[in-house]
Structure formats: structure tokens, C-alpha cells
């Protein structure tokens, strides 16, 4: 078991260099302390090996005072790409979502084979670029691209901030640019079917008509518990969402090998920042808090209202049930899957006959700026359409607001008259 450096009170971040020391499985201790970079890169280290934990704690102090001496931990070597975004990894997997490293790791496979074995003092605006081509080459998309260079900006930022040399050059690279926005609110005409086609087929339409009706993400309604629902106030509260997360090696007592899958780690734990609270639902889904917008309380319209309130009587569920789940299996009712949400969203629009001008099937996200945009047509100021979305900035809300051409004709005839 890891044990925190001295000095150290617990919940304290290690910083790196400050070296640790551990128990082995033969009961031994071992001292480890970074001692600059291998020819490559790697990070080379210095231990001791002990007979108690006592002994390892003082040769961990040993250890830094010769270091002290030598005049610093680091050698004169940067490290290379590669090996500072494994220690950036390793550090991301315990303060960001699962969805966040997934996306690091994935990042990883399209810059490391291209600049990984680049030190970091030595990278350039050329070697940038040199990755966005790479990932056009592979048939990426602008938005794919784009997601690849604010990881790594990220990751290059925070090198700076441990104290490495990255040139402002590789730093204020320029991006691939934003890519053009391909969603927005439904239609009015294609809406009405699809509000339509939702009451008719209430037990997977209803799901839809929620987040409508109250701008919630697909993430926040799948995640809704009826403790959240007050029907008698006719308020939902949105303050957790239903995410799917990795498995972690267990941060203490794993004794797993090299290579060993975390899903298979007898200590496994779920890929969640340290201190977030979260309820496991169905094995590696979780409730969890919002990421960044705002909770809030959504108000319960008439077209909702009725059809929950037979859902519950009918259901008769406790307070930490989700209020959406798929068919019961085995007598346990499970969580809705992304696919088969998507597969029960696509159905009823098929039921309803409607497409995106494209062909494509409408996102269900599309709802959400069918919602700002309703609102803003009722009248609703912009302060409350940011309450209701949860935004925490307004100009995320001024996003979601797309006017049609009749209002858009109507505005320039209120302002120009009939152009005489």
C-alpha cells in the first residue's frame, strides 16, 4: 500500500518529485524518489528497499536530501511528449470524469504516434499542425480535429505548470477552427408530429416530452429519480445526470500485474474525480452531479403532468427510482442504454414521418434548442431561458435560440415596413 510522503496531511495532492514509499508483497518497503529522465524520456528513479515502514520513510528522506544536493530532483533533459501526457494521464484519472479521460486517452492514439517522441522544450507550431494533418489524413472530422488540439493545448498548459519548458510557439498554435454547427431546434411543423407521435406512444414518448418541456439534457432525464418530481408543487428538480463510467485499478490495495484489465481488478473502483459523491445504478452507470451548468427546478406543465402522475400511481416506486427505465429483466427494472434510447427516439420518428432537412434523424439535444427556442418566442427573456437551460453563461444560451425565416421576415417588416 502507497503511503503519503512525509509532511503530507491526507487528501493532499503529492507533487511530482516529492517521491513516495510502499509496502511490497514480500512485506518489504521500498523508498522511490524521480531522479531526471532516461535518454528517452522515461522517468528514472532511485530506490531503497527496507525492512520496515519506519526505515523506508527515512530513506525517503535520505533520498531527498542527496537529491537536495545534487541540485534539484529533475535533470537537465526534458522529457519527451509521450512521457509527460502518461504522467498527465495519470494525474487527469484522478480528478476528471470518465467521459474526460476516455477522451484524453483517445487523444493520446492520434498525437502520440506522430510528435510523442518529441522532447517538450523542442516542440513547435510545425509539429502542431503536423498532428491536425495526420488526423485529417485518418479521415477525422474539423469538429474531431478540434477536440484533439484543445486536449493537447490542455496538456501542454499544464506542463508549463509543473514547471517544464514548452515554447510559446507550440503553445499558441492555431487551431483547425470551430466547425460549422449542424444542430438546432426542430422545426415547428416536424415538432408538432413528433408531440404528437409522443402521446400516442406514452411509454417511451412520454421520456422525450420531459425534456422538452423542461430543456433537460438526455443525460439529465435518464437520470431523473421520482424523489426529484413533486407533483403536487408540479416541480422536477435537475441536479444529477446518468453517466456511464470506466473501470480504475483501485487506488489502494491493488496488487494487480502489469497489463491486467482495471475491469478485472479485484480493488476495481469506478473512473470518478476523488470527493464527487454518486450512487451506482446499474453496474457501471452512476447518478452524478451536473459537470459544470447550473441545478434547477423546472416547472411541471400541464402537457407532462397528467401522464406522470398515472405513471407513478401505476409504477407505485420508491423515491430513488429512475422514472424512465427499459423493459423490466428479470424482474428488476435497469436503466435506459444510449442505444436504446436512440434506437426508441429514431422509432418515433419514424412513427411520426419526420427527418431533418439533410435525412438524417433529429439529435435528441435538438429538443433542448427546441426549448430555448420556444421560449424566446413566447416572450421569455434571456435571463430566464439561461435559468431554464442551467447555462452558466448567457452567451451558451444565445446558442440555442435559432428564429425561422417567418420571424425573421416579420422582425424586418416591423422595422423597415414594406421597404417603401
Known amino acids: 500500500m502507497t503511503t503519503a510522503p512525509e509532511g503530507e496531511g491526507e487528501g493532499k495532492r503529492r507533487s511530482y518529485g516529492a517521491g513516495s514509499f510502499y509496502q511490497l508483497a514480500d512485506g518489504r518497503w521500498r523508498a522511490s524518489l524521480s531522479a531526471g529522465y532516461t535518454r528517452t524520456g522515461g522517468r528514472r528513479r532511485v530506490t531503497r528497499t527496507c525492512a520496515t515502514e519506519r526505515e523506508a520513510r527515512a530513506a525517503l528522506n535520505a533520498l531527498r536530501r542527496e537529491a537536495a544536493a545534487a541540485g534539484g530532483k529533475m535533470s537537465a533533459r526534458q522529457p519527451t511528449l509521450k512521457f509527460w501526457l502518461d504522467a498527465h494521464l495519470d494525474d487527469f484519472t484522478k480528478t476528471r470524469r470518465s467521459a474526460s479521460v476516455a477522451s484524453l486517452r483517445w487523444t493520446m492514439t492520434h498525437v502520440v504516434p506522430v510528435i510523442g517522441a518529441r522532447r517538450l522544450d523542442s516542440l513547435r507550431a510545425a509539429d502542431i499542425r503536423a498532428v491536425h494533418d495526420a488526423a485529417y489524413e485518418a479521415g477525422l472530422s474539423v469538429a474531431s480535429v478540434s477536440r484533439i488540439h484543445g486536449a493537447l493545448r490542455t496538456a501542454l498548459r499544464a506542463a508549463v505548470r509543473e514547471g517544464y519548458t514548452v515554447p510559446q510557439s507550440a503553445l499558441a498554435a492555431q487551431g483547425p477552427g470551430t466547425p460549422p454547427l449542424t444542430r438546432g431546434a426542430i422545426p415547428e411543423a416536424d415538432l408538432e408530429k413528433l408531440i404528437a407521435a409522443c402521446k400516442a406512444n406514452p411509454e417511451t414518448g412520454l421520456r422525450y416530452l420531459v425534456q422538452l418541456y423542461t430543456g433537460a439534457r438526455a443525460s439529465e432525464v435518464s437520470g431523473l429519480t421520482w424523489d426529484r418530481v413533486d407533483l403536487g408543487a408540479r416541480t422536477i428538480e435537475i441536479d444529477r445526470q446518468l453517466i456511464k463510467v470506466a473501470w480504475r485499478h483501485g487506488l489502494s490495495g491493488c496488487s494487480c500485474g502489469t497489463g491486467a484489465e482495471p475491469a478485472d481488478c479485484p480493488a476495481r473502483e469506478h473512473e470518478v474525480p476523488r470527493n464527487m459523491p454518486f450512487t451506482v445504478v446499474h453496474g457501471a452507470m452512476i447518478l452524478a452531479p451536473l459537470k459544470i451548468d447550473r441545478p434547477r427546478s423546472a416547472p411541471i406543465v400541464d402537457a407532462i403532468l397528467a401522464p406522470l402522475r398515472e405513471r407513478y400511481e401505476s409504477e407505485s416506486p420508491s423515491d430513488g427510482d429512475l422514472v424512465f427505465t427499459a423493459p423490466r429483466q428479470r424482474g428488476s427494472a435497469v436503466h435506459i442504454t444510449r442505444n436504446r434510447d436512440q434506437a426508441m427516439w429514431r422509432a418515433l420518428q ?53 428564429p425561422d425565416q417567418a420571424e425573421m421576415l416579420a422582425a424586418f417588416g416591423d422595422a423597415f415596413g414594406d421597404g417603401q
Open 350 to 402: 419514424d412513427a411520426a414521418g419526420v427527418r431533418h432537412a439533410s435525412g438524417r434523424y433529429y439529435g435528441t439535444h435538438e429538443l433542448r434548442h427546441s426549448t430555448a427556442t420556444l421560449l424566446a418566442r413566447s416572450g421569455a427573456s434571456l435571463a430566464t431561458i439561461r435559468a431554464a437551460l442551467g447555462h452558466s453563461r448567457i452567451e451558451t444560451s444565445l446558442r440555442y435560440q435559432h
